[in-house]
């Protein structure tokens, strides 16, 4: 919502003037939030988890999804990037190729850009396609005596490219990991809140069909400020919760980060910022397609 925004530099500078404490002591905002949140969200997604950062957000993604389907192997997309902790290195395709390379966990799924892709626009059925090279990755790892946990994906690539991935992927690729007793998690740390323009999630550009099992949100959430967060199922946390190994973290819900969650949303609504990002992004769009028809050295607008 920008830099120094006044709400939200207000909205901490009270609550810092009353309580910060570590979110082991109960307080109304981390309550309060979460509710808010859940308003934006699927109702079927309706727990949620606070945390300091996106890559903490994935990381427990990742605990939460190996847990419930007591699977270990993740599937991601080529080129992604999901954050800077061990874990997230490794299923990050953009990072680990310069690094020690690939986990026999991981299988990397080819990135459904229909412009330069593996299968283009000039395809009869580019979804279809793209989906089934997930499914092939899933019977080629069950041969290897392999399950799967996960499929991880930002609901619209931005390291590979700001590709937005053809309508009806997500739906195809979760019916085959789901088929395979694993769980579609949605990567909405650079993409969610509202940036998408037409909707406040960008796995909601796949249809109201789409629901992942988790969604995980980072940087915007917090504008700067370090706060995180999951959101899953009923039936995903209660499989977490039961290992008896209870989830904490010392700052994630912390009253501060609550106030400033909670002054972030209300400046996207009484801003309207959401609708703010589809007026700019469709008139920039409109532009720099005419430039893409006068220049062919233009390919592709995004």
């Not at 790892?141 to 991880?152: D, E, L, S």
């Not at 998690?185 to 796949?206: N, P, S, Y």
């Not at 967060?229 to 919760?241: D, P, Q, S």
Request: glycine share 8%.
């Amino acid at each position: 919502v920008g830099h120094c925004h006044p709400d939200i530099v207000k909205a901490a500078h009270e609550q810092n003037q009353l309580l910060n404490t570590n979110s082991r002591y109960l307080h109304d905002s981390l309550v309060d939030y979460a509710e808010r949140l859940s308003k934006t969200l699927p109702e079927k997604l309706g727990i949620f988890y606070f945390l300091n950062s996106g890559s903490e957000a994935n990381d427990l993604a990742l605990r939460l999804a190996r847990q419930y389907t007591k699977h270990e192997d993740v599937i991601v997309l080529d080129h992604a990037y999901h954050g800077h902790l061990t874990s997230l290195i490794d299923i990050s395709p953009y990072k680990f190729r310069n690094l020690e390379g690939q986990k026999e966990w991981v299988h990397v799924a080819p990135v459904p850009d229909t412009y330069r892709g593996l299968y283009r626009e000039d395809h009869e059925d580019s979804v279809t396609a793209y989906a089934n090279e997930v499914e092939n990755i899933i019977k080629q790892a069950h041969k290897r005596g392999r399950k799967i946990a996960a499929f991880i994906a930002e609901s619209l690539p931005s390291v590979g490219g700001q590709i937005i991935p053809p309508a009806g992927y997500f739906q195809k690729v979760a019916k085959h990991v789901r088929k395979a007793g694993g769980v579609f998690i949605a990567d909405e740390i650079q993409v969610g809140f509202g940036r998408v323009g037409k909707h406040f999630w960008a796995f909601q550009l796949q249809g109201e069909d789409f629901v992942p099992d988790i969604v995980t949100m980072g940087k915007p959430i917090g504008n700067g400020h370090p706060l995180a967060c999951v959101a899953t199922t009923k039936e995903i946390a209660e499989a977490f919760a039961a290992t008896g190994v209870e989830y904490f973290n010392t700052f994630g819900g912390n009253p501060v980060s609550c106030a400033i969650g909670l002054a972030v949303l209300d400046v996207i609504e009484k801003e309207h910022l959401q609708a703010h990002a589809a007026e700019v992004g469709n008139f920039l769009l409109k532009l720099l397609k005419e430039q893409k028809i006068k220049h062919p050295i233009i390919g592709d607008v995004r």
